[in-house]
């Protein structure tokens, strides 16, 4: 079975700072890793998905994050932020094996003040 | 861009009714998904379905719950007979593939409130 531990319920960043929303999963098998964001109001959007490869996965918005094996951990991170980036953020795992549900976090509530 | 929709956006229910919330997926997507997420708490995955079948459903899925495609773009889900504990968002998700790797595209949500 897999599980998501998003550490922080809420960050408060004021504009133009950076910020990182932590994540960190467990299973007993191989797995992929996402990040959606819900703004007001909408549904959930993917920002980006590590299945393979380079470590540092690239998405929308100007959002990156690091996927790290030996410490279980998908990290999300913006170099600098906008009142905009405003929302809900959720990571997720889904198991590799053919399994296609998703495993979600309890999500991270990002405001970004003026 | 195509895009998942959800009717209605709120829904309001006596305990004890019967519900069906709609969804509309993405119009060449195969896999279709239902998610809820009670207030203050994990998003958590209901039922998944392809080829007009359940492909997987957590123990959330019991027989008040039910699923259908009743037409060639709807997905429906049926709860038979609402309790308090059924008040929640619901999710509707769909994917071209079921495969690990194939994104999930959500819908905006239903809110269901049960009184």
């Known amino acids: 079975a897999q599980s998501v531990t998003q550490l922080d319920s809420q960050v408060p960043v004021f504009e133009e700072a950076p910020v990182e929303l932590r994540c960190n999963y467990s299973?007993?098998?191989?797995?992929?890793l996402f990040w959606y964001v819900q703004y007001p109001n909408q549904g959930l959007q993917l920002l980006l998905k590590?299945?393979?490869?380079?470590?540092l996965v690239k998405g929308i918005n100007g959002f990156e994050a690091e996927f790290n094996k030996s410490q279980t951990s998908f990290h999300l991170r913006k170099p600098s932020v906008h009142i905009s980036d405003t929302a809900e953020y959720f990571c997720a795992v889904r198991a590799s094996g053919g399994y296609n549900k998703l495993i979600f976090g309890a999500g991270t509530r990002l405001a970004v003040h003026p | 861009e195509p895009e998942v929709t959800q009717t209605p956006s709120h829904q309001v229910t006596q305990m004890g009714q019967e519900v069906i919330l709609r969804c509309v997926p993405i119009?060449?997507?195969?896999?279709f998904y239902w998610y809820r997420q009670i207030l203050g708490q994990k998003v958590e995955f209901l039922v998944s379905f392809y080829n007009n079948e359940i492909s997987e459903k957590s123990e959330i899925f019991d027989d008040q719950f039910s699923v259908e495609r009743p037409d060639g773009s709807n997905f429906t889900l049926k709860i038979r007979s609402t309790k308090l504990e059924d008040s929640a968002m619901y999710f509707c998700?769909?994917?071209?593939?079921?495969?690990?790797?194939?994104?999930?595209?959500f819908g905006p949500g239903t809110r269901l409130t049960v009184l």
């Open positions: 119009s060449n997507h195969l896999y």
């Open positions: 998700a769909s994917s071209a593939g079921g495969g690990g790797t194939d994104t999930q595209y």
């Open positions: 299973s007993s098998v191989s797995v992929y």
């Open positions: 590590y299945l393979s490869g380079s470590t």
